[in-house]
């Protein structure tokens, strides 16, 4: 859950419960937004593609549109997993598919994409990145079907119609 200020990275000094304090642990800090702007930035954008994409924005879950993965075509059950894929089908809302990688594993890991070919999708989000390529507006082509996902990060694709 996002409070405000958490697009620039705003703390309460680790105070979960702040709505009882009237000081600077529950104050805006404002000087944090200049401070974090690339934060800021990639916020922003993410908000835009979730609002330029309906399948993201829909008020029913996604249960037919969804394809589960893992780094191959399989999920990973297992205690000890690390990483999951989906694609989320979006032509039922009229949309684009999105494929999303998620690494929450410490070192690099190989995920091949389980539908279409390379040519077919464009790389929109690389956690991994650095600010300002992290996040592509116009989505950049993908060289092979096989993409590095970098540790605890989040790869997002748009399927090019």
Request: aromatic share 14%; net charge negative; with cysteine.
């Amino acid at each position: 859950m996002f409070r405000a200020g958490d697009e620039f990275l705003n703390t309460q000094f680790g105070n979960n419960n702040p709505y009882n304090q009237d000081n600077e642990i529950s104050w805006l800090d404002w000087s944090q937004l200049e401070a974090n702007r690339d934060i800021f930035s990639f916020f922003k954008n993410m908000i835009a593609f979730r609002k330029s994409h309906p399948s993201l924005c829909r008020s029913r879950f996604w249960r037919d549109d969804i394809s589960w993965y893992g780094t191959g075509p399989e999920v990973d059950m297992s205690p000890d997993s690390h990483s999951l894929a989906f694609c989320l089908h979006g032509s039922s809302q009229g949309d684009h598919d999105i494929y999303v990688m998620i690494n929450a594993y410490w070192q690099e890991l190989q995920f091949e994409i389980q539908e279409g070919k390379s040519e077919d999708w464009l790389r929109m989000v690389d956690t991994a990145l650095p600010s300002g390529d992290d996040f592509s507006q116009s989505g950049q082509p993908l060289a092979e079907i096989i993409y590095r996902v970098a540790p605890r990060s989040v790869v997002v694709l748009l399927r090019r119609n």
